[in-house]
């Protein structure tokens, strides 16, 4: 079974300032895809940014990047010139596709992450 | 883009009657779709995998006779909480997949909030 870990529960920082979420995770799978996703107080879920494990490129979305360590099971998320609209809770999320279809995400624990004015 | 549309988004319903949440894609085929449950200040939880024209898979711990899923169609599926109790209060969310790759990314549905009193 796939764990993923989030260990901080909330941070918050100035707007502008950059801020980098940590996740790990923890399988036995070797090819298997990596989400961040934003969860506004809405509570709709907003895809972030996205990578696949056999990409040693570390994906970016304008503002948004990631820091992928495979070896270290790493998935950090950093996110620059902070705006106020960017306070949400933030989840790491893991899937692998067998059967020819996607399985379910795994989800962390989440961070709330406040944007100071 | 792809929207998946999630009806009611708000329901109250007595102890031991049933409730029922549909899932729809408006303008893509789902061949999957996953159910998630998320209590408050917590994460998602898989629930179960709706398959078009098969049974659901329902992940470790979740009553596939509480929660019933049918998945009549490739653009609907419903999740039908059955007998409810005050516990089963939570947010349920959906989400869709439009195809078997990586490139067609899930879409959630807004969620519903399930009140049992």
């Known amino acids: 079974a796939q764990t993923v870990t989030q260990s901080q529960p909330e941070m918050s920082v100035q707007e502008a300032e950059t801020v980098t979420l940590s996740c790990t995770y923890d399988t036995s799978e070797n090819n298997y895809y990596l989400f961040w996703y934003k969860q506004p107080p809405s509570r709709q879920m907003i895809l972030v940014i996205r990578q696949e494990a056999y990409k040693q490129q570390n994906a970016t979305e304008n503002r948004f990047s990631v820091n992928f360590q495979k070896a270290a099971k790493s998935f950090s998320l950093k996110i620059s010139d902070s705006q106020l609209g960017d306070t949400a809770m933030y989840f790491c999320?893991?899937?692998?596709?067998?059967?020819?279809?996607?399985?379910?995400?795994?989800f962390g624990k989440g961070t709330h992450l406040i944007i100071q004015p | 883009g792809a929207v998946v549309s999630q009806h009611p988004s708000r329901v109250i319903c007595k102890s031991g009657t049933s409730v029922k949440i549909e899932c729809r894609s408006l303008?893509?085929?789902?061949?999957?779709m996953f159910w998630y449950r998320q209590f408050p200040k917590q994460s998602l939880m898989l629930m179960a995998t709706?398959?078009?024209?098969?049974?659901?898979?329902?992940e470790q711990g979740v009553e596939k006779d509480k929660f019933l899923i049918n998945h009549a169609s490739l653009t609907l599926s419903t999740l039908t909480v059955t007998s409810a109790h005050p516990e089963d209060s939570s947010f349920y969310i959906c989400?869709?997949?439009?195809?078997?790759?990586?490139?067609?990314?899930?879409?959630f549905g807004n969620g519903t909030r399930l009140t049992v009193t």
């Open positions: 709706s398959n078009e024209g098969s049974k659901a898979t329902y």
């Open positions: 999320a893991f899937m692998t596709y067998s059967g020819g279809g996607a399985d379910g995400l795994t």
């Open positions: 989400s869709a997949s439009k195809g078997q790759g990586f490139n067609s990314p899930l879409h």
């Open positions: 303008d893509f085929q789902a061949t999957t």
